[in-house]
T-cell receptor, first 111, second 115 residues
């Protein structure tokens, strides 16, 4: 079983839609859960992070972590064409600062 | 906003040649990292570096690879004898004190092409 799994997409939605991006993981030692956005041929850019289980909201973005099911979600409200990018989940452990990236989900928001 | 700067943006090298990829991390950051992304694949951790020594490395980071902080500002990744399979985007990152897990800033990457 892969440590971190994401559906690669692409996920195509109309502008204004609510987008749900998901990630599963296998290592119960993960405590930090980050979502990164990556544009083509650019470095990952941190969107949000959550520590342990729970929800966190930041503007149009909401991150959810359910440690009991090892499931991570990112919701984007009122999606914009500028949100078109690849979204990477990247958990890490308390004992290590390395990030374990998922393969990413490519999102396309159509005007 | 502070940035992590990587040079060059694109490097082409012959198989078997040595390459050095350069990075200038954010000035008050203490942890430094190299990650790589082979085209179409996931971003993979290579190495982390703190206090002038490697703190963690992956299985990918074998004897062909080395890192160095030659002065107070630069952080380099050297590949001694490049192979075709080393072709990838290499990302440098640094993370801020006290928020190491989620305080990463990535550079824009160096695209390495081995021919």
């Amino acid at each position: 079983q892969k440590e971190v799994e994401q559906d690669p997409g692409p996920l195509s939605v109309p502008e204004g839609a609510i987008v749900s991006l998901n990630c599963t993981y296998s290592n119960s030692a993960f405590q930090y859960f980050m979502w990164y956005r990556q544009y083509s041929r650019k470095g990952p850019e941190l969107l949000m992070y959550t520590y342990s289980s729970g929800n966190k909201e930041d503007g149009r973005f909401t991150a959810q972590v359910d440690k009991s099911s090892k499931y991570i979600s990112l919701f984007i409200r009122d999606s914009q064409p500028s949100d078109s990018a690849t979204y990477l989940c990247a958990p890490s452990m308390d004992s290590s600062y390395k990030l374990i990236f998922g393969s990413g989900t490519r999102l396309l928001v159509r005007p | 906003e502070p940035e992590v700067t990587q040079t060059p943006s694109h490097q082409v090298t012959q198989m078997g040649q040595e390459v050095i990829l350069r990075c200038v991390p954010i000035s008050n950051h203490l942890y430094f990292y190299w990650y790589r992304q082979i085209l179409g694949q996931k971003v993979e951790f290579l190495v982390s570096f703190y206090n002038n020594e490697i703190s963690e490395k992956s299985e990918i980071f074998d004897d062909q690879f080395s890192v160095e902080r030659p002065d107070g500002s630069n952080f380099t990744l050297k590949i001694r004898s490049t192979k075709l399979e080393d072709s990838a985007m290499y990302f440098c990152a640094s993370s801020a004190p006290m928020i190491l897990n989620y305080g990463y800033t990535f550079g824009s990457g160096t695209r390495l092409t081995v021919v």
